[in-house]
């Protein structure tokens, strides 16, 4: 069901719209800037931060962490079409590549939402928090899959866009954490892989974004303001800043040492993992 005023207990008393939209303003810089730096989708910062907001806003905890995912998803919309332009001028996207997985990438992002609405918010809450912690280990440690196949037909592109589409619209992403090693793997450029990952976030997002509005939309617990699992004023904020913030940090990127960047970045990622598994 779609809901047009603000549903947080006490909305009128303790916080106006105004201050609403400043938060995820705030929110957005923060996201922007953090995927410009490390070069990954802002989805590993976003759904933590907002299921922290949500909870202060007084939401249902057991939709915190689908409301998260679903807006997540829905901002990476916004954010990914700048990010593919940007990789296609540079003739780094693998289009040849894109086609054959995207096939797959819808099919797994809409299965992937169904399959975190079946999950307690608690549920999902304690995958999301594995995977956060798993993917700052990766970044800690540097592991990185070494080139060890070609890359496979039309089929083998779309059963692997499948299980990447399905991983990412449970956990929020777009994809860039999964496609990228996995391209990698098949001894396709690092370039490339970048550039093709960032045009396989868009049908990411956009199933993605869909699913949760499909499986959200009769929930009794959803917020007001919500279109099915995505929470408008957290999303309008969101995307007003973070397309502009995500080029501050890729210059910051250039001035600083990537490598205390990335190990200071994995270090958060393990701590806020570790929040979800022991909250």
């Not at 001028?89 to 939402?113: E, Q």
Request: one cysteine or more; glycine letters at 14%; charged letters at 10%.
């Amino acid at each position: 069901m779609y809901h047009t005023s603000l549903g947080f207990p006490g909305a009128a008393q303790t916080m106006t719209l105004f201050y609403v939209i400043a938060s995820y303003l705030a929110l957005g810089a923060l996201a922007g800037t953090v995927a410009g730096l490390f070069g990954i989708g802002g989805g590993l910062i976003i759904v933590p931060v907002l299921m922290f907001t949500f909870g202060l806003q007084g939401i249902d905890p057991d939709i915190i962490p689908h409301l998260a995912v679903g807006t997540s998803l829905a901002t990476i919309v916004f954010t990914s079409v700048s990010s593919i332009r940007s990789h296609n001028k540079h003739g780094a996207v693998r289009w040849d590549l894109f086609r054959p997985m995207t096939v797959g990438i819808i099919g797994g992002a809409l299965v992937g939402a169904w399959t975190a609405s079946l999950m307690s918010g608690r549920a999902l809450e304690l995958v999301i928090g594995i995977f956060v912690i798993l993917v700052g280990l990766k970044m800690f440690f540097q592991v990185d899959p070494k080139p060890g196949r070609d890359v496979p037909g039309v089929a083998g592109l779309g059963v692997a866009g499948g299980f990447i589409g399905w991983g990412s619209a449970i956990f929020g992403i777009g994809g860039g954490t999964l496609t990228v090693p996995y391209l990698s793997w098949c001894n396709v450029r690092m370039q490339q892989a970048v550039g093709t990952s960032a045009a396989c976030g868009l049908p990411i997002a956009v199933s993605g974004a869909l699913g949760n509005i499909w499986t959200g939309w009769h929930h009794p617990a959803v917020p007001e303001l919500s279109a099915g699992f995505i929470y408008l004023p957290a999303l309008i904020g969101i995307i007003l800043t973070s397309v502009f913030f995500a080029r501050v940090g890729a210059n910051l990127a250039h001035r600083l040492n990537p490598q205390i960047l990335k190990r200071t970045f994995s270090i958060m990622l393990l701590l806020v993992g570790l929040r979800f598994l022991l909250s």
